[in-house]
């Protein structure tokens, strides 16, 4: 999908607005119209997690104007969002680019005067920080909402911007995150689960895709064997072990999904197996993936963002993670999910004070699962949903 469609202002700048996502829901009822701001610039999956806010919101107040703002790598992610009204993208790489010459820096100060221009004119009544980061908190602190919502840990200072807090907590499950955020807006009964809606022209596309190869939807199932951190990989013959499985002992047909940067892990993989299967890595954008996968069985997946997308379209997951126990508690309480942890993994790094679910960057945990653990889980969760 041409991601021009969606602009409308100049991409000059740090910021640029965009149009709205496709087709959106149209409830109705409720006459208060506060404006609310979400700030979350950083990865897909981290995006996906938020989905419940947007949700929410227009379920508690129709007529509210919901704005997101996330980087550029994970528009796609909030155009499937149809509880998204407009999107600001984040392009971080001209900011980052802007901070390095200074913040002195004639363009640099022209790009913040922009983007609270822009931002101020909405009017925003609430700006929720959905990421403790200081430069989430200045975004919030530009766009003049009255109130500004993040959590209450200092992280960079971030409290500096703020203008209420809530209390950091080891939560049990994801999208657990934004309910917080929701009870304290006086919402009740918020619902925790992800949500993403891919557009028609995405839902033909997989579809046409899945007949050409002669895939029928109840034995598809959806690999995504690679993600942004070396530490969360499996091994490349693991997957093609695992994927000549599927096919011989139970009768799914797989298939491979990820970006452009990965067809190559892919093309590898099938080189080791002895039985190749379509990879449709690369030749897919995020929105055509997520139609992919809500058509399928269900999905096997390292941490990354088609994990959370095939949750969010509805379809069963088995998620490879080597974390710490908070975080594999966290999704093992996720319905229609299950999770493969390697054996004396080695947890999570930490940072400013609190855990941070990655992997430190020399680990090798993920080595240590072995695909019968993977198909042990495959068939817990044939059970659990009766696949």
């Not at 995020?286 to 069985?297: H, T």
């Amino acid at each position: 999908m041409n991601d021009a469609s969606y602009s409308n202002g100049p991409a000059e700048g740090l910021f640029h607005r965009c149009g709205p996502p496709h087709e959106r829901l149209q409830p109705a009822g409720e006459t208060a119209s506060p404006r609310f701001l979400l700030l979350r610039h950083s990865s897909i999956g981290d995006v996906v997690m938020t989905t419940p806010l947007a949700r929410e919101l227009k379920r508690a107040y129709p007529n509210s104007l919901v704005v997101a703002s996330v980087e550029e790598k994970s528009q796609a992610a909030v155009r499937m969002n149809p509880y998204v009204d407009e999107v600001f993208l984040f392009k971080v790489q001209t900011f980052n680019e802007q901070l390095r010459k200074g913040i002195g820096t004639p363009a640099f100060r022209r790009g913040v005067r922009d983007l609270a221009a822009r931002l101020k004119g909405y009017r925003f009544s609430t700006a929720l920080v959905c990421q403790s980061t200081a430069r989430t908190g200045l975004f919030a602190f530009f766009s003049g909402a009255d109130r500004r919502i993040g959590y209450g840990e200092n992280v960079e200072g971030i409290r500096y911007f703020l203008t209420d807090f809530l209390p950091f907590t080891l939560r049990p499950r994801p999208g657990l995150e934004p309910v917080e955020f929701l009870r304290y807006l006086g919402v009740e009964n918020p619902d925790p689960s992800l949500f993403l809606q891919p557009p028609p022209e995405a839902r033909h596309r997989a579809q046409a895709l899945l007949q050409e190869h002669g895939i029928a939807p109840d034995r598809a199932v959806a690999l995504c064997p690679a993600t942004s951190q070396a530490s969360k990989y499996w091994t490349e013959a693991g997957w093609a072990e695992l994927s000549d499985a599927l096919q011989q002992r139970y009768g799914f047909q797989p298939l491979y999904l990820g970006g452009p940067a990965d067809s190559a892990l892919a093309t590898r993989i099938n080189a080791l197996a002895r039985h190749p299967v379509p990879s449709f890595a690369g030749s897919c954008s995020l929105e055509e993936s997520a139609a992919v996968i809500q058509r399928c069985a269900f999905t096997i997946s390292v941490d990354t963002g088609l994990a959370f997308i095939s949750r969010a379209v509805g379809r069963p997951l088995v998620l490879l993670h080597a974390v710490s126990p908070y975080t594999d508690k966290r999704m093992a309480e996720e319905p229609d999910t299950v999770v493969v942890t390697p054996p004396g993994a080695c947890g999570s790094r930490y940072g400013f004070g609190r855990p941070r679910d990655l992997p430190s960057p020399d680990c090798t945990c993920m080595t240590r699962i072995r695909p019968e653990d993977v198909l042990s889980a495959v068939e817990r969760l044939m059970t659990q949903v009766g696949v």
